[in-house]
T-cell receptor, first 112, second 116 residues
């Protein structure tokens, strides 16, 4: 079966712009989480969605938001981009019953 | 709050040797899960192994085993018979519930390099 698909793979944006990243989980998975990975802060949890509801949220400013659709696909949005938002954004999906979380290849965002 | 500590920023290991990657954790949650992930240069996080806090036996998955010592709050990953393809970043992580990706807390990682 297909894995977790994140689009786009690479993005370059200018400070002040906004960006939307997409994640398609594995078929049948209802839980989607987002993580930010930077050299300075490492891997940090952003938020988790399950059946279109945000269940958990990390310590990120309100500029970071997300949503999940009825088909479990998820999007995250970052508004008013800052240079420090440059990172690899990883999405993970799980079925909520097993212990594995499957990650996508990530979207590498560069803010200039 | 949960915290994961990985004290080995980098390791060099001869091919075919066994390697142990250290991980200690801290949490006040009564039930938790511990995970190890591998991240090659491509960026994708690959799940390796899981240990539940109430599991009596250490988890094993092929060449990977998790040396779980609850009293010491350690969850070391052991890779037997290392291969060149094992060269990657390795992350230890934990979650409060243990059902996958619910709010994973990651360590800083260990970069493993396998030498031919």
């Amino acid at each position: 079966k297909a894995g977790v698909t994140q689009t786009p793979r690479y993005l370059i944006k200018t400070r002040g712009q906004q960006v939307t990243l997409s994640c398609s989980p594995i078929s049948g998975h209802r839980s989607v989480s987002w993580y930010q990975q930077t050299p300075g802060q490492g891997l940090q949890f952003l938020f988790e969605y399950f059946s279109e509801t945000q269940r958990n949220k990390g310590n990120f400013p309100g500029r970071f938001s997300g949503r999940q659709f009825s088909n479990s696909r998820s999007e995250m949005n970052v508004s008013t981009l800052e240079l420090g938002d440059s990172a690899l954004y990883l999405c993970a999906s799980a079925d909520g019953m097993n212990t594995e979380a499957f990650f996508g290849q990530g979207t590498r965002l560069t803010v200039v | 709050a949960q915290k994961i500590t990985q004290t080995q920023p980098g390791m060099f290991v001869q091919e075919k040797e066994a390697v142990t990657l250290d991980c200690t954790y801290d949490t006040s949650d009564p039930s938790y899960g511990l995970f190890w992930y591998k991240q090659p240069s491509s960026g994708e996080m690959i799940f390796l192994i899981y240990q539940g806090s109430y599991d009596q036996q250490n988890a094993t998955e092929g060449r990977y085993s998790l040396n779980f010592q609850k009293a010491r709050k350690s969850a070391n990953l052991v890779i037997s018979a290392s291969q060149l393809g094992d060269s990657a970043m390795y992350f230890c992580a934990m979650s409060p519930v243990g059902f996958g990706n619910e709010k994973l807390t990651f360590g800083t990682g260990t970069r493993l390099t396998i030498i031919p």
